[in-house]
């Protein structure tokens, strides 16, 4: 929790299997209009070799951009998740998660997503991370990004605009729109060349697990909506 | 491994609760000692005695056993001024007077240390950074992080902080904010049970509306002690917070049925009353609860004790123990010569009243064979009845700081570092001395470095 820089994004395992979606079969191969170039450019960066900044704030090579000594980012608390979903991804409070289909899953998890209970009698904010905290944060993403591409298949798209949803391949401009546009909903800023590259390299990923465009939207979705940079402040 | 050491070290480890106060009266200039007591941790660990941390431990090492322990103490802490328990390159001398920790090295606070570089394209390093903390205030009192067409905007903002200033008042009405006040209640008040006016031991959702009405609106926080009126929802659920001076129907007359000549704020609502004072003649757990929340002592952790001689028979200081519960005895006195003394005044208010009407209820003649008067004391200082209980409360340092520090743990996750002492002082000496107005207080806050600086 220390960094202010937004972290490389992870490349993401398929994780829609528990979400009642059937992928198509047989996939057709994502990427097809991308050379075989292209596909090494969008290979996550490396870094590994980074150097870290040290505790004082200093850079340890020159041009690198130094970390705050102070540092002390917030853990966005249940209802600021849940609202910053809302209004990136144009849902409404009922349409975020539901548990089971039936529970609003921010209130069953409030006190892991930092809120209290009285009927739990849990009087203080809990300020640290819990153990279910991160399952509760994902659940919340995942569902949300889920949700958004059901509506987006089901009438007009509002989010998923930039990609066909049921094709298995899109243009590299098409992906990097569409990278962009959630970009500027989730974090509220144009993606970095980086960062386009990892989320367009996700494409590859879906491909091999038999996935189609719809997959990839809402995985790059849920790759931004639980990065470091989202989910604190 | 190395608490249990210190444990195994030191076998005749026992809590002294007296040693916080007499550790100020050497050190009554220290940071730690600005309302006259340091806490435990000053000597002991984090989980609280018997185990010591490095400084109690050198601290225990240099006492004289031979003498008693309140003469031997002043010589110890003597011996070991110019020791580097914690081994942080500072003597323990040093870091009591400058307000860190003599037996915690990790309080060296990295946060505190210099910005030496500041190249960053995305946050200004080192300083006050009106973009990041744009975006704070409208995650913390909006609930939601700005658009991006939102930040584009703010980009060409000729006065940042005045938007910062604008976007905060906007908050403050919203929605949101309104239900974070109810949130922060529930720390303060601490429900049990449910939210009915039905209920025999009070419905506590006028607490947490009175909590909310207090601290919003530019109003009187003192009121969360000296509100003579009742908070009221209207239309039910809207968010909107109505005083009213007196019950409008029976289920309100049940669920509040002091007399406004009887109402002081949190302490004497139904649930408060019912909860807290329960049975007993002398409401110890009353008022020792909002000595906590909103006085910021915590009596178990042995703060804010200032004893008050009332037997004067004993060897140690011991209070009158009036309902014959042993509090004269030499461990329990340390603590009922404070907490005895800051009861007596509430002594007039029923709790749970089983087989009348009378849960919740000022009675004239209550505990009067036990407490003849109302007469106790606050802050060591004598007070008579709960007018003049609350009165020197709410003007006190101690209700500002509290206040101060409910919010500021709530927006910061923590409590100020030691290089934010000054800029918290000034934000609760403000709060005490500009009518404790909540919201001007939070203005001031969101203006901090520490809220501030990325």
């Known amino acids: 929790m220390r960094a202010l820089l937004p972290v490389p994004l992870l490349t993401l395992p398929l994780l829609l299997?528990?979400?009642?979606?059937?992928?198509?079969?047989?996939?057709?191969?994502?990427?097809?209009?991308?050379?075989?170039?292209?596909?090494?450019?969008?290979?996550?960066?490396?870094?590994?070799?980074?150097?870290?900044?040290?505790?004082?704030?200093?850079?340890?090579?020159?041009?690198?951009?130094?970390?705050?000594?102070?540092?002390?980012?917030?853990?966005?608390?249940?209802?600021?998740?849940?609202?910053?979903?809302?209004?990136?991804?144009?849902?409404?409070?009922?349409?975020?998660?539901?548990?089971?289909?039936?529970?609003?899953?921010?209130?069953?998890?409030?006190?892991?997503?930092?809120?209290?209970?009285?009927?739990?009698?849990?009087?203080?904010?809990?300020?640290?991370l819990q153990a279910t905290s991160g399952l509760a944060i994902e659940r919340l993403a995942l569902q949300a990004c889920y949700n958004r591409l059901v509506l987006d298949l089901e009438g007009d798209p509002v989010v998923y605009t930039e990609v066909d949803l049921a094709a298995g391949s899109a243009t590299d401009a098409e992906a990097e729109a569409q990278i962009t546009g959630l970009s500027r909903r989730i974090l509220a800023r144009d993606p970095l060349p980086e960062e386009i590259a990892a989320l367009s390299g996700l494409r590859a990923d879906v491909a091999d697990e038999g996935g189609d465009n719809a997959d990839w939207v809402t995985l790059v979705c849920f790759a931004l909506a639980t990065s470091t940079e989202a989910l604190t402040y | 491994m190395l608490g249990l050491l210190l444990l195994l070290a030191a076998p005749t480890a026992e809590a002294r609760p007296e040693a916080t106060q007499l550790f100020c009266e050497t050190y009554a200039d220290a940071p730690a000692c600005i309302n006259d007591v340091t806490t435990c941790t000053q000597c002991h660990d984090t989980s609280g005695p018997p185990n010591f941390n490095p400084y109690g431990a050198d601290l225990s090492g240099a006492l004289d056993r031979g003498q008693a322990f309140e003469a031997a103490l002043p010589a110890a802490l003597a011996d070991v001024e110019g020791l580097d328990s914690d081994g942080d390159g500072a003597s323990n001398l040093e870091e009591i007077l400058v307000g860190s920790w003599p037996g915690w090295s990790e309080d060296l606070e990295p946060e505190c240390s210099a910005q030496t570089e500041t190249t960053n394209p995305d946050y200004r390093l080192g300083g006050y950074d009106a973009a990041f903390a744009w975006r704070r205030v409208m995650q913390d009192f909006c609930g939601r992080s700005p658009r991006y067409e939102e930040r584009q905007a703010f980009a060409g903002e000729a006065d940042p902080e005045a938007a910062v200033s604008e976007l905060l008042d906007a908050c403050l009405k919203s929605p949101y904010w309104k239900e974070i006040l109810d949130e922060i209640g529930v720390s303060v008040v601490q429900p049990v049970g449910p939210d009915s006016d039905a209920n025999l031991l009070g419905n506590w959702r006028w607490d947490l509306r009175l909590f909310a009405y207090a601290t919003s609106g530019g109003r009187?926080?003192?009121?969360?002690?000296?509100?003579?009126?009742?908070?009221?929802?209207?239309?039910?659920?809207?968010?909107?917070?109505?005083?009213?001076?007196?019950?409008?129907?029976?289920?309100?007359?049940?669920?509040?049925?002091?007399?406004?000549?009887?109402?002081?704020?949190?302490?004497?609502?139904?649930?408060?009353?019912?909860?807290?004072?329960?049975?007993?003649?002398?409401?110890?757990?009353?008022?020792?609860?909002?000595?906590?929340?909103?006085?910021?002592?915590?009596?178990?952790?042995?703060?804010?004790?200032?004893?008050?001689?009332?037997?004067?028979?004993?060897?140690?200081?011991?209070?009158?123990?009036?309902?014959?519960?042993?509090?004269?005895?030499e461990g329990c006195a340390s603590c009922h010569t404070t907490l005895d003394p800051l009861s007596?005044?509430?002594?007039?208010?029923?709790?749970?009243?089983?087989?009348?009407?009378?849960?919740?209820?000022?009675?004239?003649?209550?505990?009067?064979?036990?407490?003849?008067?109302?007469?106790?004391?606050?802050?060591?200082?004598?007070?008579?009845?709960?007018?003049?209980?609350?009165?020197?409360?709410?003007?006190?340092?101690?209700?500002?700081?509290?206040?101060?520090?409910?919010?500021?743990?709530?927006?910061?996750?923590?409590?100020?570092?030691?290089?934010?002492?000054?800029?918290?002082?000034?934000?609760?000496?403000?709060?005490?001395?500009?009518?404790?107005?909540?919201?001007?207080?939070?203005?001031?806050?969101?203006?901090?470095?520490?809220?501030g600086q990325p």
């Open chain 2, 220 to 329: 009187d926080a003192g009121d969360l002690l000296q509100a003579d009126y009742l908070v009221v929802e209207e239309p039910s659920y809207s968010g909107i917070l109505l005083p009213i001076d007196e019950p409008r129907s029976d289920n309100e007359a049940y669920a509040q049925p002091l007399p406004p000549e009887h109402r002081y704020g949190l302490i004497t609502t139904r649930y408060s009353l019912a909860m807290r004072v329960m049975f007993s003649p002398v409401p110890r757990n009353l008022t020792s609860h909002y000595y906590r929340e909103l006085l910021g002592y915590d009596i178990s952790r042995s703060e804010g004790l200032y004893p008050i001689d009332e037997a004067g028979i004993y060897d140690w200081d011991a209070p009158l123990d009036v309902d014959d519960v042993g509090a004269w005895q």
């Open chain 2, 344 to 451: 007596y005044p509430w002594s007039r208010y029923e709790g749970i009243d089983l087989e009348g009407s009378n849960t919740g209820a000022w009675l004239e003649d209550r505990a009067t064979e036990l407490l003849p008067t109302t007469e106790g004391y606050l802050f060591g200082e004598p007070v008579d009845g709960p007018a003049e209980w609350v009165e020197l409360a709410v003007h006190s340092d101690a209700f500002a700081a509290t206040v101060t520090e409910v919010f500021f743990r709530y927006l910061m996750r923590r409590g100020p570092y030691t290089c934010e002492a000054e800029e918290f002082e000034a934000l609760w000496s403000g709060l005490r001395d500009n009518g404790r107005d909540v919201e001007a207080m939070l203005h001031a806050l969101v203006f901090t470095d520490a809220y």
């Open chain 1, 17 to 128: 299997a528990g979400c009642g979606k059937e992928l198509p079969d047989p996939p057709e191969p994502l990427g097809s209009e991308t050379t075989t170039d292209d596909q090494d450019d969008t290979t996550p960066p490396d870094t590994t070799d980074t150097p870290p900044a040290d505790d004082t704030g200093t850079a340890t090579e020159p041009g690198e951009p130094v970390t705050s000594t102070r540092a002390d980012l917030r853990l966005k608390r249940w209802r600021q998740l849940s609202l910053d979903l809302e209004g990136a991804l144009s849902l409404t409070a009922d349409q975020i998660c539901l548990e089971a289909g039936v529970y609003d899953c921010v209130d069953l998890n409030v006190v892991p997503l930092g809120g209290v209970s009285v009927a739990n009698g849990v009087f203080e904010h809990p300020n640290t």
